[in-house]
Nanobody, 120 residues
Framework: QVQLVESGGGLVQAGGSLRLSCAASGRFFGINAMGWYRQTPGKQRELVASITSGGATNYADSVKGRFTLFRDNAKNTVYLQMNSLEAEDTAVYYC??????????????WGQGTQVTVAS
């Protein structure tokens, strides 16, 4: 069983910062990629940022230059540093990870979601 445990959401004023963390635990061979998605009511879940096992990152255009994603491989944890937050960043943020296994194909897992609210 694989679990993704998220933390760090909350309420912040526009222009402020928050850091989200997501820790993976359970039985798996490795982590191919981890990242964060976000979703607002009535909209599809969208990619915010992702990072591969090799450290290659990908960011949504809307967050480039403001958000930074980095991972601690020893702790199976990924962090999303969010600076210069805007009201438009308000959403539920979900951690995502693609796990690899020895005997089965890779599989995607989701965290439970954490609310980020930016007050303008």
């Amino acid at each position: 069983q694989v679990q993704l445990v998220e933390s760090g959401g909350g309420l912040v004023q526009a222009g402020g910062s928050l850091r989200l963390s997501c820790a993976a635990s359970g039985r798996f061979f490795g982590i191919n990629a981890m990242g964060w998605y976000r979703q607002t009511p009535g909209k599809q879940r969208e990619l915010v940022a992702s990072i591969t096992s090799g450290g290659a990152t990908n960011y949504a255009d809307s967050v480039k230059g403001r958000f930074t994603l980095f991972r601690d491989n020893a702790k199976n944890t990924v962090y999303l540093q969010m600076n210069s937050l805007e009201a438009e960043d308000t959403a539920v943020y979900y951690c995502n990870a693609e796990m690899s296994f020895i005997t089965t194909r890779p599989y995607n897992y989701w965290g439970q979601g954490t609310q980020v609210t930016v007050a303008s």
